[in-house]
């Protein structure tokens, strides 16, 4: 069954099509959400919430790119969020032992997934990224992962973020270049191509 047929069957309260529609898109809205925030719980409480509101507001689609209707609903979910967390005190889950020792390597910071030897490398470049993704400005990781992770157009992404395209082309140079810099310093980790030379032309 195509899209629009499920987005038109939902509408008129058939609940097996609009999760039908939450399977297609919850791997897309989770990454996205993910990328944006860099904590797996938040980002699954963000994506909840944006499914939440993609059922309240689906009346409001009029057409186009739903992907790009439901991304806007995503990242509105995460800055949602961030700003919730903005105003609540910060507090490390694990940051001491029952003994009072400081832990310099929290077990919340770790990866769950398994990590065979094969694929170490870039299990660890992906977390490089990730550190790199997460220390950009709100408003340059919005954009960015937007256009190189969820694959929207500068349209799209304008669309979603309420600003002109300028802003979107601007912001995305700008991130790729912060992103770029960041990452040479896990230039071991990086493909031949992606390393700057240094000043000797190393």
């Known amino acids: ?4 047929a499920l987005i038109d069957m939902a509408l008129e309260g058939d609940m097996n099509a609009f999760n039908h529609l939450v399977l297609a ?14 904590d797996g719980p938040a980002a699954e409480d963000a994506t909840q919430e944006a499914f939440i509101s993609m059922y309240q507001k689906l009346h409001t689609y009029h057409g186009g790119s739903f992907k790009a209707w439901l991304l806007r609903i995503v990242t509105n979910a995460c ?15 694990e940051p001491e032992t029952d003994e009072g020792d400081f832990i310099e390597s929290p077990s919340w910071l770790e990866d769950d997934a398994p990590k065979p030897d094969e694929a170490l490398n870039n299990s660890e470049l992906e977390k490089a990224l990730q550190h790199c993704i997460q220390a950009l400005d ?9 256009v190189d992770v969820a694959g929207e157009d500068y349209e799209s992404v304008a669309a979603i973020i309420h600003s ?20 040479q310093g896990f230039w071991e980790l990086l493909p031949a191509n992606f390393r700057l030379l240094d000043v000797e032309g190393k």
Not at 27 to 37: G, H, K, L, S
Request: aromatic content about 8%; some cysteine; overall charge positive.
């Open 138 to 146: 709100e408003k340059y990781r919005a954009v960015v992962v937007l």
């Open 1 to 4: 069954m195509d899209e629009k």
């Open 164 to 183: 002109p395209i300028g802003t979107v082309k601007s912001r995305l140079a700008r991130a790729r270049q912060k992103l770029q810099h960041c990452l």
């Open 79 to 93: 800055y949602d969020e961030l700003r919730r967390r903005k105003r609540r005190p910060t507090v490390a889950l």
């Open 25 to 38: 898109y919850q791997d897309m809205a989770f990454n996205t959400a993910y990328r944006i925030m860099s």
